[in-house]
């Protein structure tokens, strides 16, 4: 999965949005919904990489069954993984990126998952 497929996959989730909201960070794309993050994703670097939020226990086994998984850098490890994106199959990718969406929007008030069709 290329840089170009992660932000059309991520854009194309109901109600997302992308921004660069760390200046010392410019490369550091996020991907929002509901003004809360799903994914970071440096969209420059070489192997490309994207942090996601995960059912903590989901998190742990994934880690253990895939080494292109690892605790989420520079966040709260018990609820995000950092995925090595050319490491895994593209399907498991978007799979992941819909999983941390839901986990997000199943954490926003329920009449902003109404108007997602998330409710």
Request: proline share 9%; net charge neutral; with cysteine.
């Amino acid at each position: 999965m290329t840089a170009p497929r992660i932000v059309a996959y991520c854009l194309g989730l109901n109600g997302t949005s992308e921004d660069t909201p760390f200046p010392r960070n410019p490369e550091l794309t996020v991907f929002k919904v509901g003004g809360k993050i799903f994914a970071f994703c440096a969209l420059g670097e070489l192997p490309l990489k994207i942090s996601l939020k995960c059912d903590p226990d989901d998190a742990l086994r994934l880690r253990e069954a895939h080494p292109a998984v690892v605790p989420g850098w520079h966040l709260n490890k018990r609820h995000w993984n950092t995925v090595t994106v050319g490491e895994l199959p593209a399907r498991m990718v978007r799979e992941l990126i819909e999983d941390s969406y839901d986990l997000v929007v199943a954490g926003l008030p329920k009449a902003e998952r109404l108007r997602l069709d998330r409710p």
